[in-house]
């Protein structure tokens, strides 16, 4: 598989929240404005190139029966980074994502790409999977946060769209399952019409 077609998979065909439907619990979770969606898609994708990295390199000296809980382990230091740096720098930004950033542990998107991938593949394809994969989760988390935010409250990204209220349901839990499955089948058409 050439170098661009395992970078741009993330993005339509094997991205994980329109086409895999994995990490959805962040995904409806945070997506209530587009720079939820964005922060939380940039932590996991920070998470996600690091632990490829980490994995590709040491996936030799793993014995394979202990490999999971070692990509577990992995996974959580670099979580803990990214929690203490957001925590330290950007702590309005942490304080809403709250739980869901040291929940990134048990996304199985990162954990799949650890185990399907990068502790398959050499280093340098190990990076733009895990870029690619966590750049799609970031687009796929902001275009949420973004529909959300525009149908809730007539802004994105705090600018005013338009005057007036929104319709309540789509900042509420309801509203991110509604904007999901449209964005799904958005992406699906797209996909079946341009063969991506």
Not at 38 to 59: H, Q, R
């Amino acid at each position: 598989m050439n170098k661009l077609k395992i970078f741009t998979k993330g993005f339509f065909s094997e991205n994980a929240v329109f086409v895999m439907l994995l990490g959805l619990c962040p995904t409806l979770g945070t997506t209530t404005s587009a720079i939820n969606g964005l922060g939380m898609g940039l932590a996991t994708t920070f998470v996600l190139v690091m632990s490829n990295i980490v994995v590709s390199l040491v996936k030799k000296q793993i014995p394979d029966k202990v490999r999971i809980p070692a990509f577990i382990v992995i996974i959580a230091s670099f979580v803990t980074i990214v929690e203490l740096t957001m925590q330290a720098y950007i702590p309005d930004l942490y304080d809403v994502l709250g739980l869901f950033i040291p929940l990134i542990v048990v996304n199985c998107l990162i954990l799949g790409r650890a185990e399907a991938f990068a502790s398959k593949n050499n280093i340098i394809n190990s990076v733009l999977d895990g870029l690619g994969m966590g750049l799609g989760f970031s687009m796929a988390l902001t275009m949420l946060g973004a529909v959300r935010e525009i149908l809730g409250s007539g802004s994105v990204f705090n600018i005013k769209i338009y005057e007036g209220d929104g319709a309540l349901v789509f900042v509420l839990a309801p509203g991110a399952f509604i904007v999901l499955g449209y964005l799904i089948a958005f992406v699906n058409r797209l996909q079946k019409r341009k063969n991506i």
